[in-house]
């Protein structure tokens, strides 16, 4: 499958507040009349009526059962649909049912969100086999909230409600519950773990910061191609006061990085304070957003594509974390 020039000023890095400037370019002409097998099983699961239909269901489904209901935590399926009907026949479940009818309605915007990135999909790689497509609800009990693979992609809608819902997932912080809304479903199924993964090739040897924050960054870039009119923001989880910070203060955030040796780095801890997910990267500055070292890795990204004026394909198959960030020549305009 994923030391102090700038010292001085971290306590008044400043992310400025604009509007998000993206606009939907470079998008080609692209058919989306293609067909795509879409099963709605949220409803099935919110009212399932015995157990013995959520046993079948659990035979039916194995990833769900799996991945979405936690299969591995019960003995056998028996017990496993016993202890399950009693929190699918819960009252609060129906509350939760007109939560996801509230959010998504017939689910038709998100249906056409899939179907616009996945014809993007097959414009650029012609050979890709469409997934299946399954929408679940799993009552937000520890379960998952997508599985992606070349095949099958599931979602739990009930993750997705937003800000405002009476549900939200558990234990989750206000950093990470910013990015659980329906506008995030398909950006976050095309990135690293997902869709991108498929095609991201990388150096599996190199283990630097470097080679981390370009496979990030080439994961963004492939999650913009398939969906061009998606704000930056959506698609790396920012903010667009954040994004639009970061674009602000680029000197400052690479100036730190190179002056703390950063890029070849191959500690996985201080790695992690970069590119992990965190409310804030402290060590920039208290206004700097988490991740920050993926973003800075999809701007060199980009840069290197203005450079070498690259397909999608080529880039995606260059390896070379290091090469790559020669040849990009990257610097932040001041």
């Known amino acids: 499958m994923r030391k102090l020039f700038i010292l001085f000023i971290s306590s008044y890095f400043l992310f400025s507040c604009n509007n998000n400037t993206n606009t939907c370019q470079n998008r080609p002409n692209v058919n989306e009349d293609i067909v795509i097998e879409v099963s709605q099983l949220h409803h099935?699961?919110?009212?399932?009526?015995?157990?013995?239909?959520?046993?079948?269901?659990?035979?039916?489904?194995?990833?769900?059962?799996?991945?979405?209901?936690?299969?591995?935590?019960?003995?056998?399926?028996?017990i496993m649909s016993s202890v399950l009907y009693k929190r699918f026949s819960n009252p609060h479940i129906d509350t939760l049912r007109q939560?996801?009818?509230?959010?998504?309605?017939?689910?038709?915007?998100?249906?056409?969100?899939?179907?616009?990135?996945?014809?993007?999909?097959?414009?650029?790689?012609?050979?890709?086999?469409?997934?299946?497509?399954?929408l679940v609800a799993t009552g937000l009990?520890?379960?998952?909230?997508?599985?992606?693979?070349?095949?099958?992609?599931?979602v739990g809608l009930?993750?997705?409600?937003?800000?405002?819902?009476?549900?939200?997932?558990?234990?989750?912080?206000?950093?990470?519950?910013?990015?659980?809304?329906?506008?995030?479903?398909?950006?976050?199924?095309?990135?690293?773990?997902?869709?991108s993964s498929q095609y991201n090739a990388s150096d599996i040897k190199d283990k630097s910061m470097l080679a981390d924050m370009i496979t990030y960054g080439?994961?963004?870039?492939?999650?913009?191609?398939?969906m061009p009119c998606t704000p930056d923001s959506t698609i790396i989880?920012?903010?667009?006061?954040?994004?639009?910070?970061?674009?602000?203060?680029?000197?400052?955030?690479?100036a730190h990085f190179l002056d703390n040796e950063l890029l070849y780095e191959q500690d996985n801890f201080l790695k992690q304070k970069y590119l992990g997910e965190r409310p804030k990267t402290f060590e920039i500055g208290d206004k700097c957003p988490g991740r920050i070292g993926t973003w800075l890795g999809w701007e060199i990204v980009n840069e290197f594509v203005d450079k070498k004026e690259l397909t999608l394909q080529e880039l995606m198959?260059?390896?070379?974390?290091?090469?790559?960030?020669?040849?990009?020549?990257?610097?932040?305009?001041?």
Do not use: C, H
């Open 218 to 226: 080439k994961s963004y870039y492939f999650a913009k191609m398939m």
């Open 99 to 134: 939560e996801i009818d509230r959010v998504f309605g017939d689910n038709a915007e998100l249906i056409q969100n899939f179907k616009s990135a996945l014809a993007m999909l097959k414009y650029y790689y012609p050979e890709a086999n469409l997934p299946k497509i399954k």
């Open 317 to 334: 198959k260059k390896e070379n974390a290091q090469q790559l960030f020669q040849m990009a020549k990257y610097r932040p305009e001041k």
């Open 141 to 154: 009990e520890n379960g998952a909230d997508l599985f992606v693979s070349d095949s099958l992609i599931i």
């Open 44 to 78: 099935e699961l919110l009212t399932i009526e015995s157990e013995k239909e959520l046993y079948k269901f659990i035979e039916r489904e194995p990833v769900i059962a799996s991945f979405f209901l936690k299969k591995d935590d019960y003995p056998n399926d028996s």
């Open 158 to 195: 009930d993750f997705y409600l937003g800000e405002g819902a009476k549900y939200r997932p558990l234990g989750f912080p206000n950093y990470l519950l910013q990015k659980y809304t329906k506008e995030y479903i398909v950006p976050s199924v095309m990135l690293l773990y997902g869709i």
């Open 237 to 254: 989880g920012y903010t667009s006061e954040e994004i639009e910070g970061s674009e602000k203060n680029a000197t400052t955030i690479w």
